[in-house]
C-alpha cells in the first residue's frame, strides 16, 4: 500500500479514510490512477481533484459513497456508470432493512477494496460481468436464512468467476468462532477475498493454458474428484505431513486449495511487503544472527524486487510483525512457515503474476496468458 497525503494540506491520510482528519476536506480514492486524492466540490456531482499534477481532474463519487456511506471511491465524470470498480464487481448485496446488515456490509466492502487496491496495482485483469460475461469476476454478499428455514446455509466460495461471501464473517465473534471450532490459525475478512479470488484467478490465468502442466507438477493433479477430495478432509483431517509440503492444513485437501490458498499468501505478502517498502522499514540489529533487511532504494515497490528479495524481506519482517504482536498480547500476525516445496508453489504464483501483467501491458487484453513463462 502506498503512502498517501493529503492533496490540500499534506496531512498523512489513510486507505480507509472518507475526509482528511486535519482540513476536513472530503478524501476518495481513484481506482485508474490508484491514488488517494483530496476532492472540492466543482458543480453538480461533479468533484476537482486538489493537488500538483490534478489539475482539470474531474470526478464523481461512487452511489454507494453518497447514498449508502460504505465507499469512499470515486468515478471519473465522464463515466456513465454511477459505481466505482470495486462497486460494479456486486451481482447481489444483503437486505438492508435487517439490524446490522448495514455495518457488516460495510466491513466486506473495506476487505473488497484492500483486494482491488492489491489486483489493481499488481496488473491483474479485473474484468466484470458485464465487460466479459464468461470471465468476469462477481461477488454475492448473502445472510443465512433463518434457523427455522428449510433453505441451506450460504457457504463462501468461488463458482464460475462469482465469489459467495457470507455476511456472517463480517461478525468478529462469529468469524473467531469458525476459525476455533475448524482449527485454524488464521482467519480474517480480507484472507476470504484474497483466497476465493485465487480460485477465480486459476481458472483465468491457468486453465487451458501454458502453466497447467506446470502447475500440476507443482500443486497436484486437479482433475482428482474435488468434492470427495473435501469430504476426505473433513472426516479425516489433513495428512500427517501437510507442514512439509503445504502452506496450511487446508492446502492439502485439493490442488485447487493448495493453489489458492498459496495464491491468498502471495497477496498477503505482496500487499505486506509493499506498505513496509514505501514507509521505509529497515531492519539492522546489532547482532549478525538476528533477520537483517534493508530496502534497495528510497521510494521503491514491490515491482522493483525480485522474488527472492521479495522473501528475505518477508521473512525478516514477519519475524518482527510476530514479536511485536507478542508484545502487546496478540496472536502472531503471520503464524506460518513456509516450508521449500511451499516456497516453489510461492514463486510460481509470483511469476504467473508477473507474466499476466506484462502481457497485458504489452498487448491491452483483458487476459493474457498464451505466452510462455519467464522467471521475473
Known sequence: MKVFHCGQCDHLIFFENFACTNCGHTLAFLPDRIDMVALERADGDHWNVLGAGNEGLTYKLCRNYTHENVCNWAVPADDPDPFCRSCRLNRVIPNLSQPGTTEAWAKLEAAKRR?????????????????????????????????????PKVLTGHANGVITINIAEADDAEREKRRVGMHEPYRTLVGHFRHEVGHYYWDLLIKDSPQLDECRRLFGDDRE??????KRHYANGPRLDWASQFISAYASSHPWEDWAESWAHYLHMTAT???????????????????????????????????????EGWFA????????????????????????????????????????????????????????????
Open 317 to 376: 519482517v514477519t519475524y518482527t510483525m510476530n514479536n511485536l504482536n507478542r508484545c502487546m498480547g496478540l496472536p502472531d500476525a503471520y503464524p506460518f512457515v513456509l516450508a521449500t516445496p511451499v516456497l516453489d508453489k510461492l514463486r510460481f504464483v509470483h511469476r504467473v503474476v508477473r507474466l499476466s501483467a506484462e502481457t497485458a501491458r504489452r498487448t491491452g487484453a483483458v487476459n493474457g496468458i498464451k505466452v510462455e513463462l519467464v522467471e521475473a
Open 115 to 151: 483486494l482491488l487496491y492489491s489486483l489493481l496495482y499488481l496488473g491483474l485483469p479485473v474484468p466484470t460481468k458485464a465487460e466479459e460475461p464468461e470471465r468476469g469476476l462477481a461477488f454475492d454478499f448473502l445472510a443465512d436464512p433463518p434457523d427455522d428455514s428449510a433453505e
Open 273 to 311: 511487503m509493499d506498505t513496509a517498502i514505501r514507509s521505509g522499514v529497515s531492519l539492522q540489529p546489532g547482532s549478525p544472527g538476528e533477520p537483517t533487511w534493508k530496502p534497495k532504494a528510497a521510494g521503491a515497490g514491490y515491482q522493483d524486487f525480485s522474488f527472492d528479495e521479495l522473501m
Open 225 to 230: 474428484d474435488y468434492g470427495e477430495a473435501l
